[in-house]
């Protein structure tokens, strides 16, 4: 008889703690990038960041709200607008309120609008946009809406700082232009235009071409034309494969000056560019890698090398946005009114382990930060990047890059 | 001027390497009727064996060893996989092809991941030959021309002078009666396919320093290693040569040359719409030529099949 109740007082626990269990429900984040084609690796290494941010940085902490965890969904797009919306509706079936996608601005552009129109059609299954990485300005000016916030600078922010730079060196006369040809790669071209003309009306613009994103083979072509202008400095939004394609190519065929960049490190870029861009490439990027901005960002890298050997923390900025995320869930006391939640991250100031403090404008949902100049070089790295001993190095920084610059954002809130 | 000649330096680099994957091709589509859609995987294959052994032993034994196992490798794949597959018709080997693409490029994901391999062009070639006006050659293109024109003089010789080339040749057209004679052919078309496959795999390991080694790299090769050989002729060694020297230098000239559209038009008579912003054709009239480099071989694609369906050197229609 003890024994029969001993066993229903068992049972009955553990139909309590199963309970329980059930009712912490994952909060589920669809990372929609490319997993396969040219560009798998820059979309699996941000996969394993945002993994590894949700686990290390939240559900190893407790998770948010009464022990809810953040579970990273992949989904593939293989870079096509088309398969994104796809997985887009696949994700919000299978019960996604938070989506995070970055690679190509194309992209960015057809999810924001999809996810406006879902959001004012559904309002029982909403779903905010995070995105980290797709830098087009028009993404928090015309095209904005109230889901969509954005984690990095945005091109005309990143290339302010990168002109600010070249301004300063009297020895660039001659810039040489070129990009992906879609919508990033022409604000690039735009935005550099433009800031030149205004810091440093001398120097001459002696090229300004696009090319086809993802399908050039050989870079030879572009990189004799860059040689042939005599340029002293090349700017490129290039990212991924094409920029270890368009690096390499002309510093090969003899481009002796250095290249102003928004993304050549990580991915196996660094590795690849190795001795050859040593000094040269110049990248504007966020969060402080070497020398590596605070204590918890050290022991962070450290358990994220022992888990991913092969990998490098190159997006900081993931690290914001699940930290961002999860203090604003757990401040509007809710993850699944994505409404109360995004009305959390308006305005938001998070305490960067990367450095600086950041906001998110409320007027645009443009996050504002401190922007670094850095280095491609083997010297003073701690952390380097491929395990190739090459690393980023920061030279300059600029604290809260841009903070009132101006949108044409008319935000529409619910 | 000097560009000119920079430029036929570049498209030649560009011809050979691209000749190197059709030649195999044409030559395995000619013997077996076989379109092998796993050509550039083979490609990709000895870029990443290379890459594989030359940490370990160095680039040279890299270019010695890694076209031998991707030769064997396809030799493997015909006798076992297509020759099977071969008794139930084309479709069913096109689709085996295909498949084999895929599960290369997914194999090559799980063993070696998605980034990019750090394989890079020896220290010993790894200089410039010479300039010309600012432009620098590297050593290691004058080193891929070379290569290339040793294997197709190599090729030529063995096609045409050796006994083994002319039964090959021989079974090409008929293959029943060279059998009749006593030749084991399905013995030369596995040959035929193990040396096809082991000269993408030399394309892949000379290729891969300089184009880089990565999953993506016989996707972005692939399709247009087959125009190549449908300009050239399927079944020519002559045509690829021809058709891959020609798409090399068209694309390399397109992209280095900013023509635009708009003088094009204009010199062959039409004029510039007063309001071009209004025009529908707008995109049309600023178009330049290094947007449309790439797919300038596919409109000589079509063009040729419209006036010359067998190709440029190609003999027969089927």
């Known amino acids: 008889m003890k024994n029969i109740t001993k066993l229903g007082a068992v049972s009955a626990l553990s139909l309590v703690i199963g309970a329980s269990a059930a009712f912490a429900e994952n909060i589920k984040i669809a990372f929609i990038d490319p997993l396969s084609g040219p560009f798998a690796s820059t979309g699996t290494n941000g996969l394993h960041q945002f993994e590894f941010a949700a686990q290390y940085m939240i559900n190893d902490n407790g998770g948010v709200l009464d022990g809810d965890m953040f579970e990273v969904i992949g989904f593939d797009n293989k870079t096509s607008p088309k398969e994104s919306l796809i997985q887009l509706q696949v994700a919000i079936d299978q019960g996604v309120r938070f989506i995070v996608q970055g690679n190509s601005s194309g992209v960015a552009n057809a999810l924001t609008e999809a996810i406006d129109k879902h959001n004012r059609r559904n309002p029982d299954s909403r779903v905010l946009f995070l995105n980290y990485a797709a830098v087009d300005p028009a993404l928090t000016n015309d095209k904005c809406n109230f889901w969509h916030f954005r984690f990095d600078a945005n091109a005309d922010i990143k290339m302010d700082a990168l002109t600010d730079v070249i301004a300063k060196d009297q020895d660039i006369k001659k810039v040489y232009l070129i990009g992906q040809d879609y919508s990033f790669g022409k604000a690039v071209a735009a935005a550099a235009e433009s800031m030149l003309g205004e810091k440093r009306p001398d120097i001459e613009i002696v090229g300004n071409e696009l090319h086809p994103i993802g399908k050039v083979k050989d870079f030879t072509p572009y990189a004799r034309k860059v040689i042939s202008t005599e340029a002293d400095a090349v700017i490129t939004g290039n990212w991924g494969a094409d920029m270890l394609g368009l690096g390499k190519s002309i510093i090969e065929n003899g481009f002796t000056g250095p290249i102003y960049t928004y993304y050549a490190a990580g991915s196996g870029i660094t590795a690849a560019f190795g001795e050859s861009g040593k000094g040269r490439i110049r990248l504007i990027t966020q969060g402080g890698i070497n020398p590596i901005a605070s204590e918890e960002a050290r022991t962070l890298y450290n358990a994220f090398k022992e888990k991913y050997p092969e990998g490098n923390i190159d997006q900081s900025r993931i690290f914001n946005t699940i930290g961002m995320l999860a203090q604003a869930i757990n401040e509007a006391g809710t993850a699944d009114d994505v409404v109360a939640v995004a009305n959390k991250l308006e305005g938001m100031k998070y305490p960067s382990m990367w450095g600086g403090e950041l906001y998110m404008r409320p007027q645009d949902h443009q996050l504002i930060q401190d922007m670094n100049i850095a280095v491609h070089t083997d010297e003073n790295v701690e952390f380097d990047y491929d395990n190739s001993g090459f690393g980023v190095v920061t030279e300059s920084t600029i604290v809260n890059a841009s903070m009132d610059s101006p949108t044409t954002c008319e935000m529409k809130r619910p | ?318």
Not at chain 2, 5 to 21: A, H, K, Y
Not at chain 2, 182 to 192: A, D, E, K, R, T
């Open chain 2, 1 to 318: 001027m000097d560009l000119i000649l920079v430029n036929l330096i570049d498209g030649l680099v560009t011809g050979l390497l691209l000749f190197m994957l059709s030649a195999g091709l044409t030559l395995i589509f000619s013997m077996m009727g076989v379109l092998n859609f796993a050509h550039a995987s083979f490609y990709m294959l000895g870029a990443y064996f290379a890459y594989q052994i030359s940490i370990a032993l160095g680039f040279w034994m890299g270019l010695l060893i890694a076209p031998l196992i991707v030769g064997v490798l396809g030799a493997g794949v015909e006798r076992y996989g297509l020759r099977r597959v071969h008794q139930y018709g084309h479709v069913p080997e096109l689709i085996f092809t295909f498949g084999l693409a895929l599960l290369i490029e997914e194999l090559v994901q799980f063993i070696w991941g998605k980034n990019q391999m750090p394989y890079s062009v020896p220290d010993v070639l790894n200089f410039t030959a010479f300039a010309i006006s600012g432009n620098s050659i590297p050593a290691y293109k004058i080193f891929m021309i070379f290569i290339s024109i040793g294997i197709f003089l190599g090729l030529l010789y063995v096609l045409t002078k050796t006994r083994v080339g002319m039964i090959i040749q021989a079974a090409l057209s008929y293959p029943r009666t060279v059998e009749a004679l006593g030749h084991n052919v399905p013995l030369i078309f596995m040959g035929v396919f193990g040396v096809g496959t082991a000269l993408a795999g030399v394309a892949g390991v000379i290729a891969g320093p300089v184009l880089g080694t990565f999953p993506g790299m016989a996707f972005v090769l692939g399709s247009i290693v087959f125009v190549t050989i449908v300009i050239g002729g399927l079944g020519s060694l002559w045509g690829a040569l021809v058709a891959s020297l020609l798409i090399g230098c068209l694309t390399t000239f397109a992209k280095s040359y900013n023509i635009e559209m708009e003088n094009v038009l204009n010199a062959i008579g039409i004029l510039t719409p007063d309001d071009l912003d209004d025009s529908i054709f707008r995109d049309f009239w600023s178009l330049t030529s290094p947007q449309i480099a790439d797919i300038l071989p596919y409109i000589l694609m079509v063009l040729i099949l419209i006036f010359r369906p067998a190709g440029l050197f190609g003999k027969r229609l089927s």
